[in-house]
């Protein structure tokens, strides 16, 4: 009878085990992939820095060894040495900020922030780059003062980010859409430019650091825009999604309005 009395409590003792066993499976686990995103992170941003660094050491060489031919291409090669460095000191920049947002221990300011005018505002300082690419901007606000709480200064970059993609990526010639709404208790705007779709494949990895559609690590960008972008939205408390169909390729945002 007393054996019979201990059955219960053996039973739960190894299903405590087993529950144990598990959960100390799952943080290896979590600790293994933590490992590899931060291997990768390492792997991604060797490569991203050298690439430009190559360059820059390659073209000194030629003015410090005296191998130009003239001023005219001494012009040229400091021209292309100085390109190389502006791009490097993004990334170092994109890097910096993109590890400060993943931080625990960063805290956005709470300001109130009207989106509509924060759009406006940065369509002004895009105007010109867009007109050199004979791209028109076009905007649509369905309401005005969509009030939202959160840090300025983020909430420009999330937004500057999004314009540089879609002036990078959008067609000559076309146009860059921007809409906001309210819709549900949220402030949704839509940030647009048209040309070559985006491969439905590719959709789910675009927020991905490092990660670039075209697989050319040559081009400009240092494919951590659209990360930055995700990590501020959603440190708001929002979300951000992509589609891209019929020669049109949409990003919107989602962030919670003010009741203030």
């Not at 686990?29 to 933590?34: D, K, L, V």
């Not at 420009?156 to 990078?168: G, P, T, V």
């Amino acid at each position: 009878m007393e054996q019979e009395s201990l059955i219960p409590e053996i039973m739960q003792l190894e299903e405590s085990i087993n529950k144990m066993r598990e959960h100390q499976e799952a943080l290896i686990a979590q600790e293994q992939e933590a490992q590899q995103a931060k291997n990768d992170l390492i792997t991604n941003v060797s490569h991203d820095l050298r690439t430009p660094l190559t360059s820059i050491l390659g073209y000194l060489s030629y003015i410090h060894e005296d191998r130009y031919r003239d001023e005219v291409e001494l012009r040229h090669y400091t021209e292309l040495v100085y390109g190389k460095a502006q791009r490097l000191h993004k990334l170092i920049d994109d890097l910096f900020d993109y590890t400060r947002l993943e931080s625990a221990e960063f805290h956005i300011k709470e300001d109130t922030l009207d989106m509509v005018e924060l759009l406006r505002q940065l369509v002004s300082e895009y105007e010109r780059s867009a007109a050199e690419k004979d791209v028109r901007i076009v905007e649509m606000y369905a309401v005005e003062n969509l009030r939202v709480i959160g840090d300025g200064m983020q909430i420009m970059r999330l937004f500057e980010n999004l314009f540089s993609n879609a002036l990078r990526y959008g067609a000559s010639g076309k146009k860059i859409d921007i809409s906001a709404k309210s819709e549900a208790g949220m402030a949704v705007i839509e940030v647009s430019n048209y040309g070559a779709e985006i491969p439905a494949g590719d959709i789910p990895q675009l927020f991905d650091r490092f990660y670039k559609v075209d697989k050319n690590r040559t081009t400009s960008g240092t494919g951590l825009g659209l990360a930055i972008a995700k990590s501020i939205v959603e440190r708001h408390g929002g979300q951000v999604t992509a589609t891209s169909r019929k020669g049109k390729t949409t990003f919107t945002v989602q962030l919670p309005i003010s009741n203030l």
